[in-house]
């Protein structure tokens, strides 16, 4: 009988080492797994690169991670936001390298490494400076970029509801990047509100299948 | 003394709102075009689209019912109207990107008059480059229209020739709302469709650092 | 009051003129959308490219679409199966135009399509004949083909449910390429077994969002 | 006369069922391989996945029970276990193509040392080319299993230093299974993991068309 469900947060870290790369899910705190990212500090590996959509903000979740010092690198399409000075501080500082990515082409590279695609030309930032030195191309009359897919080691996303073969649904636009993130991960680890047994999710209904998931966290809702 | 009173942030919504026709799909950034929505008319289906993954967003939440998982692309708690649907971030760009956007309104640094637009970076050493969805929204909605104030604080124009900021997005917006005038950004050059009660053609020339055409006698 | 419901298969057609490529969903019969395929046969419009993945199989459906003459050249990934001998004898005599594409393709040239990218590298058929011809690159060790979109005039798609927004749910495994289709395509017409209110349908279980389909046809279940 | 007798394709097919861990995602396809399913251990988690739009496929409906929309990537009537899900061909190659597929199981007409396959085009004029999902499979599944006779109809090995037949799947092919043996497909060339009673290595050489290796003993 396989059993996704691993017992604690701390457990389902203990395979992440330094350097690794992890997706990390939300768009502002809706889908941000504030608890594995707590345990994730507390792990306390080294030298990462971390894509999110954003950079955190305050002094919780994404922000503390930044903070700690584990962090080498943040993929991502919108650091500065209210309330972002830990990264603000620690970019300016020159402590933390950023790669910005307009947030279509961020999911799209996740889709592309998901789905097993070498490249993809993107009409996105054509003519601008995030696609300088960037190699393009004219099809059809329109101008686009090449860009290269997103594949990480880790994913770490917030679902709603999962069971014990990784099965998630999620919770109204917490959803965002969760189901991407999964596919383009080797080692996907959701959290989530509600474990339920095998059956109760409609086959019709489920939004992540669970191949996409390796280790389903419960955490208080 | 000016003989005109610009109009406010609202009135620019209102005529962005009387553009929009029923079935369209929209789009409305961060800022001033988040305004419009307050003018849409009620009985029209309009259908608001937001980057984290919402299509069919309704009014802001009364206080007490704000929901944390319920959030626009400004991080402003939303409401869904019945007939909305959520979705992943995938879906959503496929939905900008693809051309399945109608209309999306934008603020801006700059326009030029071949309708490149400036509009999340202003390029000094110490700023940090924040792009959101701005970026796939210029390039990939049908119509792009921006909103914003026809000079900036020093009394410069924003309607240019030739951007002097960065470029974000290349020949990509339709039309402008300032405070002084909706212009369109057509192949002839920027139309001058409406302007402010009391200001002249002239004045509107002066404000303004691209060549305008007097279009608005026949809209 | 937006209103996509429209009122039947063959108004539904009115628009569809010669010379249109035209999406038609199902797996085999699952997902076929027999009812709007009769209308077209009915519409007469000639010289069309279907997309489908398979030719059509006895004497109903696509296959009767082929046998109509109205159809130039089908692009699909699996043409000749049980029953299929309506394609077959147009093939083998000539009268059909036949673009093989792997299934997986397929999939990804209408998700490019749908989602505005210029071009694709994907893994799937290098050093083979589907192959030849066409442009290649590796990238980090893997050899891949570039593939372009598949972009279509309209979409002929069966739902299970629909709403007057043009919000469906799909029915099991004949859900296939529906929702893909509707997304690639200018125009997307869905035949649905129930046509329901709106706000029935739960908008975490919505699986094609209005903003993908344009005409909703109500046929009997 | 031969003093073997070749496995039966249920014998074939139990072999490779042994072969398959718990908590794998599996694809078998069309034919042959599809029999794998009913060789399947019931105490452990295994997931079948079908390329149109189905994970966790359970055994064959009972009679009266067939439903329409309920189909594999043969077309066969199927049931969904509890905990499988449905979604669209778009999400079913991204598990294919993507790598999240541990394991499929293929037909061939022909196999080389290195790998290649020849398994759904013989290349005769009036073939005509019906690929479905089979070069998907070929390239995005972790691990390529191939069950097919030994021999073809005339005699003829299937399993050649070089194809004979179109190629359809460059070095994909990491184990074969036929009637007579398991070999797998290595760097070092293709070794033998199990023969059929009765068989001598000797005699399984000649009825192939590529150097084999024996290497039952460290199995």
Chains 1, 3 share one sequence.
Not at chain 1, 53 to 70: I, P
Not at chain 1, 79 to 102: C, M, N, T, W
């Amino acid at each position: 009988m396989l059993n996704k469900v691993t017992e604690s947060a701390a457990q389902a870290m203990s395979n992440i080492t330094d350097g690794a790369t992890i997706l990390i899910g939300g768009f502002g705190l809706a889908g941000q797994p504030a608890e594995l990212i707590d345990a994730l500090i507390e792990r306390n590996a080294r030298d990462l690169t971390i894509v999110s959509n954003n950079a955190g903000n305050g002094e919780t979740g994404l922000a503390l991670l930044l903070k700690s010092g584990c962090v080498r690198k943040i993929i991502c399409s919108f650091p500065r936001q209210h309330d972002s000075y830990i990264f603000d501080d620690l970019y300016r500082a020159g402590k933390i390298e950023l790669e910005v990515v307009p947030q279509g082409t961020l999911a799209a590279r996740m889709q592309a490494g998901g789905s097993g695609l070498g490249a993809i030309y993107t009409p996105t930032a054509y003519g601008t400076l995030l696609a300088e030195g960037k190699e393009t191309r004219t099809i059809d009359g329109i101008d686009y970029v090449l860009e290269y897919p997103i594949k990480a080691d880790f994913a770490l996303i917030k679902a709603f509801q999962g069971d014990r073969w990784g099965n998630l649904t999620y919770r109204k636009a917490a959803r965002n990047f969760g189901p991407i993130m999964a596919a383009a991960s080797k080692h996907t680890i959701a959290q989530v509100s509600e474990v339920v047994d095998l059956g109760v999710l409609d086959p019709e209904h489920i939004v992540t299948p669970g191949i996409f998931v390796h280790e389903v966290v419960h955490v208080g809702a | 003394m000016n003989n005109y009173t610009p109009w406010s942030v609202d009135e620019i919504a209102r005529y962005v709102a009387q553009d929009i026709q029923e079935g369209m799909y929209v789009n409305l950034g961060i800022g001033q075009p988040t305004k419009v929505a307050d003018f849409l008319p009620d009985d029209k289906d309009i259908f608001l689209h937001s980057e984290n993954g919402v299509l069919g967003m309704g009014p802001e939440p009364t206080v007490g019912e704000e929901d944390g998982d319920l959030i626009n692309a400004g991080k402003q708690y939303i409401t869904l109207l019945k007939g909305g649907s959520y979705f992943h971030h995938g879906d959503s760009f496929t939905m900008i990107r693809g051309g399945h956007i109608d209309l999306c309104v934008l603020g801006a640094f700059e326009v030029a008059e071949n309708g490149d637009i400036a509009n999340w970076f202003l390029g000094r050493p110490k700023d940090i480059p924040a792009v959101g969805g701005a970026m796939d929204l210029a390039v990939g909605a049908k119509k792009v229209y921006v909103m914003m104030d026809h000079v900036n604080r020093n009394g410069a124009p924003k309607i240019v020739e030739k951007l002097k900021l960065p470029i974000t997005g290349k020949k990509c917006v339709n039309r402008i709302y300032t405070d002084l005038a909706v212009i369109d950004v057509t192949d002839q050059g920027l139309k001058v469709r409406k302007m402010v009660d009391g200001l002249t053609f002239t004045e509107l020339q002066t404000k303004t650092g691209a060549k305008l055409i007097d279009n608005t006698q026949s809209i």
